[in-house]
């Protein structure tokens, strides 16, 4: 049965049918199909209370994810230079172009993050895996929604937490000969997590795409 709304409402009533999905138009312009959460039967009608959408547009979908790729190399890129910076300073003062590659670095990051997130909740691999199966049964099954749902975020997460508390160091009252050995060391800690939490393609069971 179709229903035309112009936004959307929580309960609708309407005549019962065989079919235990009511399918929205709204503003003529987008089918929106909802599963009820709970039927409320009676002779001729029935309330049925929706649940928010949980999917996303394939194409809105497929565009996150290959910008959520390519943002996965402009920061390996950037991290690779502020290493390369940062090893071979020696003592020479840490200057506005340390702290400027550190800002663009966790910049960058931090999108790669977001995108990431929103990625994650819709994934059926993701936060869905969590709400429909449980986090233990998540955590015992197979590698690959393991991996998705659990250690490709957390990981990713711990890295960019590191690159911040990196870039933070160019800002404390320490030599600056000690700024560079510091944010070396958090930047190249949080190089081998990332290296080690992307999806590569060459993973078994867990491969994804080059970008």
Same mark, same amino acid.
């Given at each position: 049965m179709f229903i035309f709304l112009p936004n959307y409402i929580a309960t609708i009533n309407f005549v019962a049918s065989? %079919?235990?999905?009511?399918?929205?138009?709204?503003?003529?312009?987008?089918?929106?199909?909802? !599963?009820?959460?709970?039927?409320?039967?009676?002779?001729?009608?029935? %309330? $049925?209370?929706?649940?928010?959408?949980?999917?996303?547009?394939?194409?809105?979908? !497929?565009?996150?994810?290959?910008?959520? %790729?390519?943002?996965r190399w402009v920061v390996l890129l950037l991290?690779?230079?502020a290493i390369f910076n940062s090893l071979v300073a020696?003592?020479?003062?840490?200057?506005?172009?340390?702290?400027?590659?550190? %800002?663009?670095?966790?910049?960058?990051?931090?999108?790669?993050?977001?995108?990431?997130?929103?990625?994650?909740? $819709?994934n059926a691999r993701g936060f869905q895996a969590f709400k429909n199966s449980g986090f233990s049964e998540v955590m015992r099954g197979d590698s690959m929604t393991r991996f998705f749902a659990f250690e490709h975020p957390v990981g990713m997460l711990i890295a960019i937490i590191l690159l911040h508390i990196g870039k933070v160091q160019g800002r404390k009252a320490i030599s600056d000969k000690a700024k560079h050995r510091r944010t070396l060391l958090f930047y190249f800690i949080a190089l081998l997590i990332i290296l080690l939490s992307i999806p590569w393609p060459f993973r078994q069971q867990v491969g994804g795409h080059w970008y």
């Amino acid at each position: 049965m179709f229903i035309f709304l112009p936004n959307y409402i929580a309960t609708i009533n309407f005549v019962a049918s065989q %079919s235990s999905t009511a399918v929205i138009l709204l503003d003529n312009k987008e089918a929106l199909a909802f !599963s009820p959460v709970t039927i409320d039967h009676s002779p001729h009608s029935c %309330s $049925f209370v929706f649940s928010k959408p949980t999917n996303m547009n394939a194409d809105m979908y !497929s565009f996150l994810l290959h910008l959520h %790729s390519i943002l996965r190399w402009v920061v390996l890129l950037l991290l690779l230079v502020a290493i390369f910076n940062s090893l071979v300073a020696g003592d020479r003062p840490f200057i506005r172009t340390d702290a400027r590659t550190g %800002s663009i670095l966790t910049g960058f990051a931090d999108l790669m993050l977001l995108i990431g997130l929103v990625l994650w909740y $819709f994934n059926a691999r993701g936060f869905q895996a969590f709400k429909n199966s449980g986090f233990s049964e998540v955590m015992r099954g197979d590698s690959m929604t393991r991996f998705f749902a659990f250690e490709h975020p957390v990981g990713m997460l711990i890295a960019i937490i590191l690159l911040h508390i990196g870039k933070v160091q160019g800002r404390k009252a320490i030599s600056d000969k000690a700024k560079h050995r510091r944010t070396l060391l958090f930047y190249f800690i949080a190089l081998l997590i990332i290296l080690l939490s992307i999806p590569w393609p060459f993973r078994q069971q867990v491969g994804g795409h080059w970008y």
